[in-house]
């Protein structure tokens, strides 16, 4: 068949075959470069995807610290009101007992700067050392009339 073909038919015939070849060449070359992108683009999905994954345990974390944190606030907030509570009843006591503080060394004073000489002798007078040391180790108790404790 081949001897019937006159040389240009066989030019063009092995042209043809030629550029079948390079087609499906370049077809396949083509084919490859678009696996090993889809391959790499499927990588990177699957990095996004872990990513994200992680972004979500890292907010539901930072979720549970922040619940954590406002209890916390609401404790520490009800701490703060209870010891504004007790500052405020110790400021009063110690307002009340300077006031009678005030009050009992001004009573003193009117001992000793008194007009009856007995009772300025009295509170003017020292506490001896012994009494003191005596009362050091004594417990406040009432007495009643007939010197017996109550």
Same mark, same amino acid.
């Given at each position: 068949?081949? +001897?019937?073909? =006159? @040389?240009?038919?066989? %030019?063009?015939?092995?042209?043809? *075959? $030629?550029?079948?070849?390079?087609?499906?060449?370049?077809?396949?070359?083509?084919?490859?470069?678009?696996?090993?992108?889809?391959?790499?683009?499927?990588?990177?999905?699957?990095?996004?995807?872990?990513?994200?994954?992680?972004?979500?345990?890292?907010?539901?974390?930072?979720?549970?610290?922040?619940?954590? +944190?406002?209890? =916390? @606030?609401?404790?520490? %907030?009800?701490?703060?009101?209870? *010891? $504004?509570?007790?500052?405020?009843?110790?400021?009063?006591?110690?307002?009340?007992?300077?006031?009678?503080?005030?009050?009992?060394?001004?009573?003193?004073?009117?001992?000793?700067?008194?007009?009856?000489?007995?009772?300025?002798?009295?509170?003017?007078?020292?506490?001896?050392?012994?009494?003191?040391?005596?009362?050091?180790?004594?417990?406040?108790?009432?007495?009643?009339?007939?010197?017996?404790?109550?």
């Amino acid at each position: 068949m081949f +001897s019937t073909l =006159s @040389n240009i038919e066989r %030019l063009i015939a092995i042209i043809v *075959l $030629a550029a079948l070849v390079l087609s499906v060449g370049f077809m396949s070359y083509v084919a490859y470069n678009n696996y090993s992108k889809l391959t790499l683009a499927n990588s990177t999905i699957e990095n996004q995807a872990l990513k994200i994954e992680n972004a979500d345990i890292q907010a539901e974390y930072l979720i549970q610290s922040v619940n954590l +944190s406002e209890e =916390s @606030n609401a404790k520490l %907030l009800k701490e703060r009101a209870s *010891l $504004a509570k007790i500052n405020e009843q110790y400021s009063k006591d110690i307002q009340l007992l300077n006031s009678q503080n005030i009050e009992s060394q001004q009573q003193i004073k009117q001992l000793r700067q008194s007009s009856n000489e007995a009772t300025k002798a009295w509170a003017n007078d020292c506490v001896p050392v012994s009494a003191v040391s005596l009362l050091k180790y004594a417990r406040a108790s009432g007495c009643n009339q007939n010197r017996s404790t109550d």
